[in-house]
């Protein structure tokens, strides 16, 4: 079993700033990726961030040069820096590690963000 707490969410203004972690715990092996998700109010759930086994990464196009996916392997947590924050990013966000294949993924229970003035 795995698993995966988010922390660092809460309210911020239009263009602040906020650090999201995810800690892993368990048996963490076999690791394909670590991915950020939101999901906004009536809206599917959508792959924000992803950083894979070997260090590289993926943005979704909405949050390039706003938003950095970094991972501490010494602590089992993986970051996401959000910068010049908007309201199209208020949503709660999912940290899931993403197993090989043939192996079972897992999701953190959420951390909401919310954009307002």
């Known amino acids: 079993q795995v698993q995966l707490v988010e922390s660092g969410g809460g309210l911020v203004q239009p263009g602040g700033s906020l650090r999201l972690s995810c800690l892993a715990s368990?048996?963490?092996?076999?690791?394909?990726?670590m991915g950020w998700y939101r999901q906004a109010p009536g809206k599917e759930r959508e792959l924000v961030a992803l950083?894979?086994?070997?260090?590289?990464?993926y943005y979704v196009d909405s949050v390039k040069g706003r938003f950095t996916i970094s991972r501490d392997n010494a602590k089992n947590t993986v970051y996401l820096q959000m910068n010049s924050l908007n309201a199209e990013d208020t949503a709660v966000y999912y940290c899931?590690?993403?197993?090989?294949?043939?192996?079972?993924?897992?999701w953190g229970q959420g951390t909401q963000v919310t954009v307002s003035s």
């Open positions: 899931k590690m993403i197993a090989v294949a043939g192996g079972r993924d897992y």
């Open positions: 368990g048996s963490i092996f076999s690791i394909n990726a």
């Open positions: 950083i894979r086994s070997g260090g590289s990464t």
